[in-house]
Structures are given as structure tokens and as C-alpha cells.
């Protein structure tokens, strides 16, 4: 098993910034990458972006260019810096870990992007 805490989260107005941050226990030695993902109210969690052990990143086409995940290995930590934010970019982020068995999620954090 793999936990995941998520902090960081909070308002903001747009244009500003915010880094969310993501700490793994457990069976991190399992874990192949990690992710973020986010869910606006009455959407479905969407995709962000997402870091694997050999350090390639990915990104949603929404954030790519403002948004930045990175990894801190001896602290067990992967952050999400965002920049530029917008106000839909508000919704509550969801940081994930996966492996061969599947993912592990944790319990979120709300971002608010205020116009």
C-alpha cells in the first residue's frame, strides 16, 4: 500500500501562483511514477500531469506551460508548481501514485482561483 497527503492547496487570485505538495509512505519502493489530476465541480477528474521514476513529465495541454511538476526523492515529496493561474483551474487536486498493481490516490486538496 501506498499513502499519499496532499498540502499546498488554497485561493489565490489569477495570475498567481501555487505549489502544491504531495508526501508518499508506505510501499514507495513499488511506485513507478507520480501523478496529478484534478476534478471542478460537476466534472470528471481530469488529467494534469505526471512524473516517472526515470524523471520524464508529461502534461494536459491545459496547464502545459504554466504548470511544472517535480520531485524531491529523499523527502518522498512531488510537487505541482503552478503559475499563471486561471479561475478554471479551480478544483480540487488529487495527488497519485501508481505501479504494476494500480494506483493509489490521496484525499485531495481545493485550489480556488479567484477572477
Known amino acids: 500500500q501506498v499513502q499519499l497527503v496532499e498540502s499546498g492547496g488554497g485561493l489565490v487570485q489569477a495570475g498567481g501562483s501555487l505549489r502544491l505538495s504531495c508526501v508518499a509512505s508506505?510501499?514507495?519502493?513499488?511506485?513507478?511514477?507520480m501523478g496529478w489530476y484534478r476534478q471542478a465541480p460537476g466534472k470528471q477528474r481530469e488529467y494534469v500531469g505526471h512524473v516517472t521514476n526515470g524523471g520524464y513529465t508529461k502534461y494536459a495541454d491545459s496547464v502545459l506551460g504554466r504548470f511544472t511538476i517535480s520531485r524531491d526523492s529523499a523527502k518522498n515529496t512531488v510537487y505541482l508548481q503552478m503559475n499563471s493561474l486561471k479561475p478554471e483551474d479551480t478544483a480540487v487536486y488529487y495527488c497519485q501514485a501508481f505501479n504494476s498493481r494500480g494506483d493509489y490516490w490521496g484525499q485531495g486538496t481545493q485550489v480556488t482561483v479567484s477572477s
Open positions: 508506505g510501499s514507495i519502493f513499488s511506485v513507478n511514477g
